[in-house]
């Protein structure tokens, strides 16, 4: 008898927690589906210009240098400021440009941003403080703050910070650089356009000690009900290699090239050159 008792209260405490549990989530909104940029729209940081000197980037006078110095690297067959080239994660801000189409999970606690192109990205969304000590990463650490803006009871609006970030970072394919310190901080308005839910706006301003201001930039994604994912994984048949400060490729016969013309071979100090 105990343990039908016993049993009956573990059920009911179960239909309880996923009762609360579904009534949470009718708090949130629909951005299920892939969210895609719009059709002719290149991978620039600022869709509504083109890349590299025509984002008009407000760089500081050093950052400027760095930026001309690797499109001088790119031209002479260099990987030009593209940390990706390596397989490095695009990192924020630049992996919300959906140079893939991204997938968001919204959960009470976390919203997961997925793409098949980088690595993921967590923002959490139960109340949490910063942490006293954040572990740099590409992505940084995200805290998000939703709102009901016109009182309906749905949340409509999230808004974000992100902070504790690791280099090397760009902006955009280009090689616009963020600063290596790492003291970058990311705000982020995202919420769907009221006149048409399949349009997701994210308002993004990027404070970086590269930038002689805060830099903002507003995309519009468009939303697939019935997506295809992708797979890509950069780690397969990469051909790029970093040795010291240079970066070299492997031929398709197996050995080690240059990517510059003219560019000296690496050192084989630990090679046995007997």
Request: aromatic share 10%.
């Amino acid at each position: 008898m105990l343990s039908r008792i016993a049993s009956m209260t573990l059920a009911m405490g179960t239909l309880i927690t996923l009762a609360a549990q579904a009534e949470d989530l009718s708090k949130y909104p629909d951005w299920s589906g892939a969210w895609r940029k719009p059709l002719g729209v290149g991978n620039n940081f600022d869709w509504s210009k083109p890349a590299g000197d025509g984002q008009q980037a407000p760089l500081t006078a050093e950052s400027r240098a760095i930026f001309e110095a690797t499109a001088a690297d790119r031209a002479e067959g260099g990987l030009g400021g593209d940390p990706t080239g390596l397989c490095l994660p695009h990192g924020m801000p630049r992996m919300m440009i959906a140079v893939f189409p991204i997938e968001l999970v919204v959960t009470p606690a976390t919203v997961y941003i997925l793409t098949d192109y980088t690595t993921h990205r967590r923002i959490f969304t139960d109340g949490r403080s910063w942490p006293n000590e954040i572990l740099p990463s590409f992505n940084g650490y995200s805290i998000g703050r939703w709102s009901d803006t016109d009182g309906d009871g749905v949340y409509d609006l999230l808004e974000v910070e992100t902070r504790g970030f690791k280099g090397p970072r760009t902006f955009e394919g280009s090689g616009l650089p963020l600063h290596e310190d790492g003291q970058t901080v990311i705000k982020e308005r995202l919420w769907l356009d009221p006149a048409n839910k399949d349009i997701l706006r994210n308002e993004t301003t990027v404070i970086d000690n590269a930038l002689t201001r805060p830099w903002m930039v507003t995309r519009s994604y468009r939303r697939d009900r019935n997506p295809t994912w992708d797979f890509v994984d950069c780690a397969e048949h990469n051909p790029h290699v970093r040795v010291g400060n240079e970066s070299y490729m492997v031929s398709a016969d197996g050995f080690l090239m240059p990517t510059k013309v003219g560019q000296a071979p690496p050192d084989p100090r630990y090679f046995n050159r007997k």
